[in-house]
């Protein structure tokens, strides 16, 4: 139990261009999903809180704008990197957030490669 | 704010028991965490303990909690090859958001 999926597992696309991130629980529901960046070798970084049915809360630094969050279900929340940049390259990864045991399950994680 | 350290590397060898440490900061978790991170992959929850408790054993796995000291430490018995990967230490806040430690890498030599 507890599964996380994301999609894709890896995408390179060019600058410019915006990309979008699925993260899902499997079998089981999330009023809260979170999400993270990781550069190479370094810890993961909280970028914003995603909650069914209303607005994310992002973290200090975060560019809203640019880091789009739709929770669509208690089952989908979804990452859109606008106008990705060279810089924005880095490992994505999702959580899903279950209350009664205050522990987060992880997805695999996406690599997002911009050139 | 809060905060949690861990040392970034360790190295042991096949067989022999691996500890390794973290320091948090936030007094008011309720639950301290460990995961485990290989190579180009997600992170996979090995265990969690409560605040209110000293020590957790499963299987392979003992947690240790001196909340005094706001230490937590996990020790892997017998640890294998297989075991070589990061490890993450983290602390539950507000909201159920994790904040984690750098990571340590842990290496199993044969």
């Known amino acids: 139990g507890a599964v996380v999926s994301q999609h894709p597992s890896w995408v390179i696309c060019k600058s410019g261009t915006s990309v979008k991130i699925e993260c899902r629980s499997l079998?089981?529901?999330?009023?809260?999903m979170f999400w993270y960046r990781q550069f190479p070798k370094q810890s993961l970084m909280l970028m914003a809180t995603s909650n069914e049915g209303s607005k994310a809360t992002y973290e200090q630094g975060v560019e809203k704008d640019k880091f789009l969050i739709n929770h669509a279900s208690l089952t989908l929340s979804t990452l859109t990197v606008t106008s990705a940049h060279p810089e924005d390259s880095s490992f994505y990864i999702c959580?899903?957030?279950?209350?009664?045991?205050?522990?987060?399950?992880f997805g695999p994680g996406t690599r997002l490669t911009v050139l | 704010g809060e905060d949690v350290e861990q040392s970034l590397f360790l190295s042991v060898r096949e067989g022999d028991s691996s500890v390794i440490n973290c320091t948090y900061t936030d007094s008011s978790s309720t639950y301290l965490y460990w995961y485990k991170q290989e190579p180009g992959a997600g992170l996979q929850l090995l265990t969690y303990i409560f605040s209110n408790m000293d020590m957790k054993q499963d299987q392979r796995l003992t947690v240790l909690l001196n909340k005094k000291d706001k230490h937590l430490s996990l020790r892997i018995a017998d640890t294998q090859t297989g075991d070589s990967a990061i490890y993450f230490c983290?602390?539950?806040?507000?909201?159920?958001?994790?904040?984690f430690g750098q990571g340590t890498e842990l290496s199993v030599k044969p």
């Open positions: 959580s899903a957030f279950i209350d009664s045991t205050d522990t987060q399950y």
């Open positions: 983290a602390e539950s806040i507000r909201g159920g958001k994790l904040i």
């Open positions: 079998d089981f529901q999330a009023t809260t």
